[in-house]
């Protein structure tokens, strides 16, 4: 089983982790804002997520935690 949580305060929109997603699960969530103004990274289906961790990897800002169990 795979666990993806977000750091949502640290996301600073930037989308990169959008694109490296091979499964196009991730989007920016256009409901919330985060502590930087930012709308922030979100996944649309957690169980769909294959534990790839690319996502995380891009990430500029540590935003994303893969944790298999
Ligand atoms: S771990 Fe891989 S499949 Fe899961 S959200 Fe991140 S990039 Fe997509
Ligand atoms: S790559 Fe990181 S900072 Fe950029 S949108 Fe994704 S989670 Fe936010």
């Known amino acids: 089983m ?8 640290r996301c600073k929109g930037c989308g990169l ?5 091979p499964k196009k699960l ?7 804002i985060n502590a930087q ?3 922030p ?3 649309t289906d957690a ?3 294959v534990g790839c961790a690319s996502c995380a990897l891009i990430c500029p ?8 169990e």
């Open 41 to 43: 990274a979100t996944i």
């Open 37 to 39: 103004g930012h709308h």
């Open 17 to 21: 982790c959008v694109t490296a997603c």
């Open 2 to 9: 795979v666990k993806i949580s977000f750091r949502t305060d």
């Open 47 to 49: 169980s769909a997520c």
């Open 26 to 32: 991730l989007a920016m969530d256009s409901e919330k």
């Open 61 to 68: 800002d540590c935003v994303i935690t893969i944790i298999k």
